[in-house]
T-cell receptor, first 114, second 112 residues
Framework: NAGVTQTPKFQVLKTGQSMTLQCAQDMNHEYMSWYRQDPGMGLRLIHYSVGAGITDQGEVPNGYNVSRSTTEDFPLRLLSAAPSQTSVYFC?????????????FGSGTQLSVL | DAKTTQPNSMESNEEEPVHLPCNHSTISGTDYIHWYRQLPSQGPEYVIH???SNVNNRMASLAIAEDRKSSTLILHRATLRDAAVYYC?????????????FGTGTRLTIIP
């Protein structure tokens, strides 16, 4: 069982470039989400989805887009990368959006924007 | 959204119990108390969760105050591998469009 898989692990971008961070889970989880982690800031929610075709904004959505065309995949798109988006990005999933469910996290993508 | 408050850092000696506190005075009746930990250069991993009663699993125990305004994660015998940042978060019973917010957690250092 692979769990939550994030690719790539590392990425360097130039300002203005676009890219997609991939997240896939094989646990048939309905809830998926993206976080960014900056030093001293904890984890901040970017976007989340409670099921295929349903997405919503989190705490820091500006500069990011998401879509959820399948249950398994939840890609995060950076439209025009900025140095302020240098961070570690984590994808998480849960069987449902119920409080008794565990969250499963991927191993992260370290992104540097020059 | 209900918030949690944790100490920034704690130290403990190896092979001794560790008690990590979390205050959540604005908790609502439908909020679950979850604990996650993050080892260096890894994503967070689930530790334990509970609603009202104390909970035990192979990793830890969770003690929940009777008024639910605070909780304590207990590592019964700390090892060096338990050195991590521990996050206490509240998750509603049906969080629908609710945002899950992780704070800065407690950085636990284990002293050999």
């Amino acid at each position: 069982n692979a769990g939550v898989t994030q690719t790539p692990k590392f990425q360097v971008l130039k300002t203005g470039q676009s890219m997609t961070l991939q997240c896939a889970q094989d646990m048939n989880h309905e809830y998926m989400s993206w976080y960014r982690q900056d030093p001293g800031m904890g984890l901040r929610l970017i976007h989340y989805s409670v099921g295929a075709g349903i997405t919503d904004q989190g705490e820091v959505p500006n500069g990011y887009n998401v879509s959820r065309s399948t249950t398994e995949d939840f890609p995060l798109r950076l439209l025009s990368a900025a140095p302020s988006q240098t961070s570690v990005y984590f994808c998480a999933s849960s069987y449902s959006n119920r409080g008794h469910e565990k969250l499963f996290f991927g191993s992260g993508t370290q992104l540097s924007v020059l | 959204d209900a918030k949690t408050t944790q100490p920034n850092s704690m130290e403990s000696n190896e092979e001794e119990p560790v008690h990590l506190p979390c205050n959540h005075s604005t908790i609502s009746g439908t909020d679950y108390i979850h604990w996650y930990r993050q080892l260096p250069s890894q994503g967070p991993e689930y530790v334990i969760h509970g609603l009202t009663s104390n909970v035990n699993n192979r990793m830890a125990s969770l003690a929940i105050a009777e008024d639910r305004k605070s909780s304590t994660l207990i590592l019964h015998r700390a090892t060096l591998r338990d050195a991590a940042v521990y996050y206490c978060i509240l998750i509603k019973s049906n969080f629908g469009n609710e945002k899950l917010t992780f704070g800065t957690g407690t950085r636990l250092t284990i002293i050999p």
